[in-house]
């Protein structure tokens, strides 16, 4: 088993940035990636970005690509993703979540772990 912990989300103003972290514990050696899903009310959890843990390549959905980076420290395994120019629209529970095959997917049922989730809300 794999235990993901979120932390770092708050209120942030619009065009703000904000930092995440994911700290994982148990076996984590199992896990070869880690990505970055939102839910907001009402609306289904989506695909925010991954990394592959040991290369570090990265993907992004359309609607962050250049305001937010994923990184990870692989010492402390632990991925952040960093946000900038957040808009009122990145407002969400923002999860991470971790996959042990290979592969960076967009797809939920893919991960095997996540995390409780951390509240990012912006405001206008």
């Known amino acids: 088993q794999v235990q993901l912990v979120e932390s770092g989300g708050g209120l942030v103003q619009a065009g703000g940035s904000l930092r995440l972290s994911c700290a994982a514990s148990?076996?984590?050696?199992?896990?070869?990636?880690m990505g970055w899903f939102r839910q907001a009310p009402g609306q289904e959890r989506e695909f925010v970005g991954a990394?592959?843990?040991?290369?570090?390549?990265?993907y992004y959905a359309d609607s962050v690509k250049g305001r937010f980076n994923i990184s990870r420290e692989i010492a402390k395994n632990t991925v952040y993703l960093q946000m900038s120019s957040l808009k009122p629209e990145d407002t969400a529970v923002y999860y991470c979540?971790?996959?042990?095959?290979?592969?960076?997917?967009?797809?939920?049922?893919?991960?095997?772990?996540w995390g409780q989730g951390t509240q990012v809300t912006v405001s206008s």
């Open positions: 979540a971790a996959r042990k095959t290979p592969g960076l997917t967009t797809t939920m049922t893919h991960y095997d772990y």
């Open positions: 148990g076996r984590f050696f199992s896990v070869v990636a």
């Open positions: 990394i592959h843990w040991r290369g570090g390549t990265q």
